[in-house]
C-alpha cells in the first residue's frame, strides 16, 4: 500500500480483524497532519507577518466572525463523525465471531497464559492454531486482571476473574505473533509473554493429535510437564537462581525457615498444602504472592508434581 | 478624560453612577504583601491568597522535582530491555509513584490552586477569595495527603499503578495502599474546598463593573474547573473510600473473590478520573487566552467561544469517561454512546485552538518567552488533541489501549498542555508575583530544550506504542530498544531545561531587575495594582468600564477606581449615587 | 477610614464589601458543598442501584433483617430535628437568645437520639453475625433464612451508607454544640446569623439523605 504512516504499525498478520483499524489508523493520521501543519504553518506565519513593530502599534479590533466560526466547528464535526462510524463498524467487526470459528480455551494468571484445546491438550504461553481459519479465544482470568493483546492481529481484551471474554482473529500465514499482557497484573507483568504459533492446516492437526488428553508418562514425567503447565517456573527455578518465589532445587527433605521464625521439614504434606494454600506457610525472604490452587488442581496430579519435584536435586 | 463619570452594573445590583478616580499603581512600592507580615509563622498562618498562592507552588513544584526525578530513574531502567539498575518491583512502584504524584499533587492543584489561588481574586479586584481561613485549610488538607502518601511508602510502598485497579489493589498489599487511598482520599477535599472557594469568589465578590461578559477569560476556565471539582472529587472521595473499605474490611463491592465486580470500580474511577484531566487542562486554556492577546496586544478572537467551550468541555467531560474502558468487557451500547460522546468533547477543543490562532492575525506580536510557550503549547497540545481523536475511535482504540501510545498521548496533552500552559503563566506572572524580571535570553534557550527534549522523549512512543509496545513494562522485547533509548535522552534534555528554569528564576528573585507594575502594558486588570500587589491587592477598589482585552482604549481607563478611600463597598456606592455633581467633581 | 466602623460591623471579614456580601457567600458557598456531599452519597447510591439491579431478590432478602420499626422512629426523629433547627435559625433572625439555645439543645438531643437508636440497630446486628465484610458470621437462624451468596455485599452497601451518614450526624452534633456556646456569648442577632443558617442547610441535608436511605434500605417489597 506504501501509506505515509506505515511505519507506525506492525505487520498485518491478520487482514480480516486488522484491515478496518489499519485504514482508519492511516486516515486519521493523514487528516490530523493536515490539520495540524495548517495551524503550526499559520500561527508561525503570523508571528512572523505581524511581528510587533513598536509598542504603540494599533491593532483592529476583531472579535468574531460567525461564517469563520461555523466553518471551522461543523468541519471537523463531520470528519469526527465519519472517524466515529468508522471506528465503530471496525469494532463491531472484532466483536462480531464468525460462525465456523474454532474454539480454544485461554487462562491468565500471574504471570502465564495456560492454553486448553478441544481435546485435552494443553499449552503454556503458546497458543497452536491452524493458519485460514477463524480463530475464538475464550478468555478467563484465575487471580487479577490481564489483558490479552496480539499486536499483529489489532485484538485486545481484557480478562477478568469470574467472567468470559473473548477475541477473534484469523491469522494467513504460518509462523509466529507475540501476545502481551497489556493489563498491569504485578511483579513479572512485563514478562507475561507468550506466543501465537500459527501452522499450516494440516500440521495443526497432527500437532493437535500428539498433544491429546494432556500429560501423559510415568509420575514423574507427567509432573515436570504439570510444573512447566502450570507456569510454575516463572516464579520457582529448578536450577537454584532465585526467582520471586523459593527455587525447586534441592528442598526434598530439608528444612526450610518459614518468614514467622518457625521452621519446616518439606515432605508432602507441606508441598501440598504450599500448592494449595500457598499464604499459610512463607518461606523466610518471600512475599505471599502466589495464587491459591485450591479447587484448580486434582491429588493425583499433586502426587506426580511431588514426585518430579523429589528429582530436582 | 474619555469617561469620566461613568455607570457600571456591580454584580447584583442595577447601572448606578459610580464616584471613580484614576489611580496609577506605583512603580516602585513601599508596602506589599511580601513585607505587610514577616517569618515564617506569619507565612505559614496567613490568610492572603497571594501567600497561599506561593505555598502552594513550592509545593507543586517541589513534587514535580521529586516525580520528575522518579521519570528520570524509569527513563534510565528502560535503557536495556533486561535490568539495567533497578529490580521489577522497585520499577513498578516508582512509576506508580510518578503517576500518583504528577497527578494528585502537581496537576491537579498546579494551576488552579497556585496560580489561580494568586491571580484569581485580582482579577476580580477582589481582597481575597471569598473564605480565606479555608484555603489555607485546604492547603493543610494537601499537606495531609502528602504525608499520607509518604507514610505509604514507609508501609511497602504501593504497587498498583495510579489507577488503583481491583482486584489487584484489593488483594495485594493492603498495608501501602491503605495509607495511599486514605492520602488520596484526603486530598480531594483540598481540591473540593478550592473548586468551592473559587465558584463563591466569582459569584459573589466581583469588584464593580465586572460583568459576565467582562470576565477575563481565565477566570471562566477556572470556574468551569471549579465546577468539575465540586462535581467530580466527591465521586472520587466515595470510590476511594469504597477502596480502602475493600482493603480494610473486605466488603467486596468491588472484589470479584467475595461476590463483587471489578468493573463498576472502573466506573467509579473513572467517572472522577476522567473529568480530573479537564480539572487539569482547562486552567490552562485560560493561561494561554491571557497570554496571548497580552503578547498579541489585541483583542481576544470569540471570547464567548473559548468562554463557553470552557463550560461544554466541563460538562461534556462528565459522560465520556467509559472511553476508557472500551476493552474493559463494558457492555456494547455503554461502549458506543462514550466513543460518540468522546468526539464531541474534542470539538470545543479544536475551537479553542482556531480562536486562539485568528487571535494572532493582524495582531502586534511579540515572542517573549510566555509567548514562546503559548506557540509550544499549540503545537504539543494539538499533537495531543488528535492522538486523542484516534485513541477515541473504537477499532484503533481496541489495538492502541494501554500501549505506549497512550502513555504518549496523555504526555503530550498533560505535559504539552497543563504543564507548557503552566510555564506560560509562570512566566507571565512571575514579575507580577515577586516584582523582579527574569533572564529573557535564558528562559528563551530552556524553552528552547523543553521543546526538543519533550518532542525526543514522547514522538517515538507514539511509534513504539502503535507498533504494540504495552504500557507499564519493566522489561521489553528487542525490537523495541532504539525507540526506548532515543526516549531516554530526551528525558535528560528535558531535564536539563528544567534545570535551566529553576536557575534563572532563583537568580531573578535575588538578583532581578524590578519590573514595574506593567511589563507587558497588559489591559488585564491583575496588572493595574504594584508588582508585587499590596497587601489588599489594590489600594482602592477597582472599578471596570471594559472588557479584559479591550486594547484599542487607552491605558488610563483601565487604572479606574472608587474615589472613596479603601471603598468598601455598597453603602458607599448607594451613598455615592444621590449626586452626580459630586462624582464629577471627584475625578481627577 | 472615618466611616469604616460605621459600615464595617466587627462580624465582617476584612476582604467583604458588607455584612450582606458576606451572608450571601456564606450561603452560596455551604449550597456549593451541598452539591458536593450529595454527588458523595451520589456514588453509594449508584452502587446501591447497580448491585439491586444485578441481584433484586437479594435486597428484598435481606431488608427483611433491618427493623423497619425503629428505622421509622429514627425518621421521625430527624424531621423533627429538622424542624428544630428551622426554629433556630427562626429565633435568631428575632433576635430570640433564649429561643436560639433551646432549639439548639432539643436540636442535639434529637441527633442524640437517633445515634443511639442507630447504635441498638448494629449492636443487635453484630451480635447476629450480620457484619461487614470478612466478619460476616450468621448465626445459623439467619443463615436459614438469608442463604443468598452475596448478602455479605449488601450488608457491605448498608453499613457504608448508614456509617456515612451517621458520622455526618455527628458532625452535626459538633456544629451544634459550637453553635449553641456561641449563642450563649451571645454572637447571633437579627444582623448576624450566618452560621446558624448555613448549618441548618447542612442538618436539613443531613435529614433529607436519611429519609432516601430508610425506604431504599429498609422498605423493600
Known amino acids: ?313 | 478624560m474619555a469617561n469620566a463619570s461613568t455607570s457600571a452594573s456591580s454584580a447584583a445590583s442595577t447601572p448606578m453612577k459610580l464616584k471613580v478616580k484614576q489611580f496609577q499603581p506605583a512603580q516602585t512600592p513601599t508596602n506589599t504583601y511580601l513585607t505587610d507580615e514577616k517569618g515564617v509563622w506569619a507565612w505559614l498562618t496567613t490568610v492572603d491568597h497571594k501567600k497561599i498562592g506561593l505555598m502552594y507552588l513550592g509545593s507543586v513544584a517541589f513534587f514535580f522535582a521529586l516525580a520528575g526525578f522518579l521519570a528520570i530513574a524509569l527513563r534510565t531502567e528502560l535503557w536495556t530491555p533486561a535490568k539495567t539498575f533497578i529490580e521489577a518491583d522497585t520499577y513498578n512502584q516508582l512509576f506508580t509513584l510518578h503517576g500518583a504524584m504528577m497527578v494528585f499533587f502537581v496537576l491537579v492543584p498546579s494551576i488552579p490552586a497556585a496560580l489561580g489561588n494568586f491571580i484569581l481574586p485580582m482579577q476580580l479586584g477582589a481582597k481575597d477569595v471569598a473564605f480565606p481561613r479555608l484555603n489555607l485549610a485546604s492547603f493543610y488538607i494537601y499537606v495531609f495527603g502528602a504525608i499520607f502518601t509518604f507514610l505509604s511508602l514507609a508501609n511497602n510502598g504501593f504497587d498498583t499503578g495510579w489507577t488503583f485497579y481491583t482486584p489487584y489493589s484489593s488483594d495485594t498489599n493492603s498495608a501501602g495502599i491503605i495509607w495511599v487511598t486514605l492520602g488520596v482520599f484526603i486530598l480531594g477535599f483540598s481540591s473540593i474546598l478550592t473548586g468551592t472557594n473559587f465558584i463563591t469568589t466569582i459569584h459573589k465578590l466581583r469588584a464593580p463593573g465586572i460583568s459576565w461578559e467582562r470576565l477575563p477569560l481565565n477566570v471562566w476556565a477556572l470556574y468551569a474547573t471549579s465546577i468539575i471539582q465540586v462535581l467530580a472529587t466527591p465521586v472520587l472521595a466515595i470510590t476511594i473510600l469504597l477502596l480502602a473499605m475493600e482493603n480494610i474490611l473486605d466488603i467486596g463491592i468491588f472484589d470479584p473473590a467475595l461476590g463483587g465486580d471489578p468493573v463498576l470500580y472502573q466506573h467509579f474511577f473513572w467517572f472522577y478520573s476522567h473529568p480530573a484531566v479537564y480539572i487539569m487542562i482547562v486552567p490552562g486554556f485560560g493561561i494561554i487566552s491571557e497570554v496571548i492577546t497580552t503578547f498579541s496586544k489585541k483583542t481576544i478572537f470569540g471570547y464567548w467561544a473559548i468562554a463557553l467551550s470552557s463550560l461544554a468541555i466541563a460538562f461534556i467531560g462528565f459522560l465520556v469517561w467509559g472511553h476508557h474502558m472500551f476493552t474493559s468487557g463494558q457492555s456494547a451500547v455503554a461502549t458506543t454512546i462514550f466513543s460518540f460522546l468522546t468526539f464531541l468533547v474534542g470539538i470545543p477543543t479544536g475551537i479553542k485552538i482556531f480562536n486562539w490562532v485568528a487571535t494572532l492575525y493582524r495582531g502586534s506580536i511579540s515572542m517573549k518567552t510566555p509567548m514562546l510557550y503559548v506557540f509550544i503549547f499549540i503545537f504539543l497540545f494539538s499533537i495531543g488533541g488528535f492522538t486523542g481523536i484516534m485513541l477515541g475511535a473504537l477499532s484503533v482504540d481496541i489495538h492502541l489501549h494501554d500501549t505506549y501510545y497512550v502513555v504518549a498521548h496523555f504526555h503530550y496533552v498533560m505535559m504539552g498542555g497543563t504543564l507548557i500552559a503552566l510555564l506560560a503563566g509562570l512566566h507571565y506572572w512571575w514579575p507580577k508575583m515577586t516584582g523582579k524580571m527574569y533572564n529573557e535570553p535564558l528562559a528563551k534557550i530552556a524553552a528552547g530544550f523543553i521543546f526538543i527534549g519533550f518532542n525526543v522523549t514522547f514522538l517515538p512512543q507514539f511509534i513504539m506504542g502503535a507498533q504494540g509496545m504495552p504500557r507499564r513494562y519493566y522489561n521489553y522485547i528487542d525490537q523495541f530498544t532504539p525507540f526506548h533509548q532515543t526516549s531516554t535522552i530526551g528525558s535528560y534534555i528535558l531535564a536539563l531545561g528544567f534545570l535551566i528554569i529553576l536557575y534563572y528564576l532563583a537568580h531573578s528573585l535575588f538578583k532581578g531587575k524590578k519590573a514595574g507594575p506593567n511589563p507587558w502594558n497588559s489591559r488585564g486588570l491583575e496588572w493595574q495594582s504594584t508588582s508585587p500587589p499590596d497587601f489588599h491587592n489594590f489600594s482602592h477598589t477597582p472599578v471596570v468600564i471594559h472588557g479584559p482585552y479591550d486594547y484599542h482604549q487607552p491605558m488610563e481607563e483601565f487604572q479606574l477606581g472608587l474615589a472613596v478611600e479603601h471603598g468598601h463597598g455598597e453603602e458607599h456606592l448607594a451613598a455615592d449615587t444621590t449626586g452626580s455633581k459630586a462624582a464629577e467633581a471627584t475625578i481627577a | 477610614m472615618a466611616n469604616h466602623s460605621a459600615t464595617h460591623p466587627k462580624h465582617v471579614h476584612h476582604h467583604f464589601v458588607d455584612s450582606n456580601q458576606q451572608f450571601e457567600s456564606a450561603k452560596l458557598g455551604m449550597w456549593v458543598f451541598l452539591v458536593n456531599e450529595i454527588l458523595f452519597f451520589g456514588g453509594l447510591f449508584c452502587a446501591y442501584i447497580v448491585f439491586r439491579a444485578w441481584y433484586p431478590e437479594l435486597f428484598t432478602q435481606a431488608a427483611l433483617e433491618l427493623n423497619t420499626f425503629w428505622g421509622a422512629v429514627n425518621t421521625v426523629v430527624l424531621i423533627g430535628s429538622s424542624l428544630t433547627v428551622a426554629m433556630a435559625i427562626r429565633s435568631a433572625q428575632n433576635n430570640q437568645k433564649r429561643g436560639l439555645e433551646i432549639n439548639l439543645l432539643i436540636t442535639i438531643l434529637l441527633a442524640c437520639v437517633f445515634l443511639v437508636i442507630k447504635y441498638f440497630e448494629y449492636e443487635h446486628k453484630l451480635h447476629l453475625g450480620i457484619a461487614p465484610g470478612t466478619f460476616w458470621n450468621p448465626t445459623p437462624e439467619i443463615a436459614a433464612v438469608l442463604d443468598h451468596p452475596k448478602a455479605n455485599i449488601f450488608f457491605g452497601i448498608y453499613y457504608m451508607m448508614t456509617g456515612v451518614h451517621g458520622l455526618h450526624v455527628i458532625v452535626g452534633i459538633g456544629l451544634m454544640i459550637w453553635l449553641y456556646m456561641r449563642a450563649r456569648k451571645g454572637h447571633f442577632n437579627s444582623e448576624y446569623y450566618t452560621p446558624v443558617e448555613i448549618t441548618g442547610l447542612y442538618w436539613h441535608l443531613v435529614d433529607l439523605i436519611w429519609i432516601f436511605l430508610f425506604p431504599l434500605l429498609y422498605l423493600i417489597e
Open chain 1, 1 to 313: 500500500m506504501g501509506r505515509l504512516f506505515d511505519f507506525m504499525l506492525p505487520e498485518n498478520k491478520s487482514p480480516l480483524t486488522a484491515d478496518p483499524t489499519d485504514g482508519l489508523f492511516h486516515f486519521i493520521n493523514e487528516a490530523s497532519l493536515v490539520l495540524f501543519l495548517g495551524v503550526v504553518l499559520a500561527m508561525i506565519y503570523f508571528a512572523i507577518r505581524y511581528k510587533r513593530k513598536s509598542e504603540d502599534d494599533k491593532t483592529p479590533v476583531i472579535t468574531h466572525n460567525n461564517t469563520l466560526e461555523i466553518t471551522w466547528s461543523v468541519i471537523p464535526l463531520l470528519i469526527t463523525f465519519v472517524v466515529f462510524g468508522w471506528g465503530y463498524s471496525g469494532w463491531l467487526n472484532l466483536k462480531t465471531v464468525p460462525d465456523d470459528a474454532y474454539e480454544i480455551h485461554v487462562t491468565g494468571f500471574k504471570w502465564n497464559w495456560s492454553v486448553n484445546y478441544e481435546n485435552g491438550a494443553q499449552t503454556i504461553n503458546e497458543i497452536h492454531v491452524p493458519k485460514g481459519t477463524p480463530i475464538k479465544l475464550v478468555m478467563q482470568s484465575r487471580d487479577v486482571l490481564h489483558s490479552f493483546f496480539v499486536p499483529e492481529y489489532r485484538v485486545k481484551h481484557d480478562v477478568l476473574p469470574n467472567r468470559y471474554t473473548y477475541v477473534w482473529f484469523q491469522a494467513e500465514e504460518a509462523g509466529e505473533s507475540q501476545v502481551f499482557c497489556t493489563e498491569y497484573c504485578g511483579t513479572s507483568h512485563s514478562n507475561m509473554l507468550a506466543k501465537v504459533i500459527v501452522h499450516e492446516p494440516e500440521d495443526f492437526k497432527t500437532w493437535l493429535d500428539e498433544n491429546r488428553g494432556g500429560p501423559s508418562g510415568s509420575p514423574i514425567e507427567q509432573g515436570e510437564k504439570l510444573v512447566s503447565l502450570q507456569g510454575c517456573q516463572t516464579c520457582h527455578s529448578v536450577d537454584g537462581s532465585d526467582l520471586i518465589g523459593p527455587s525447586f532445587k534441592g528442598i526434598w527433605g530439608r528444612d526450610r525457615n518459614l518468614a514467622d521464625g518457625s521452621s519446616v521439614t518439606v515432605d508432602e504434606n507441606y508441598i501440598r498444602e504450599s500448592i494449595l494454600y500457598p499464604g499459610e506457610k512463607i518461606a523466610e525472604g518471600y512475599q505471599n504472592v502466589m495464587t491459591p490452587y485450591e479447587g484448580r488442581i486434582s491429588d493425583e496430579e499433586i502426587t506426580n508434581i511431588i514426585e518430579y519435584l523429589k528429582t530436582i536435586d
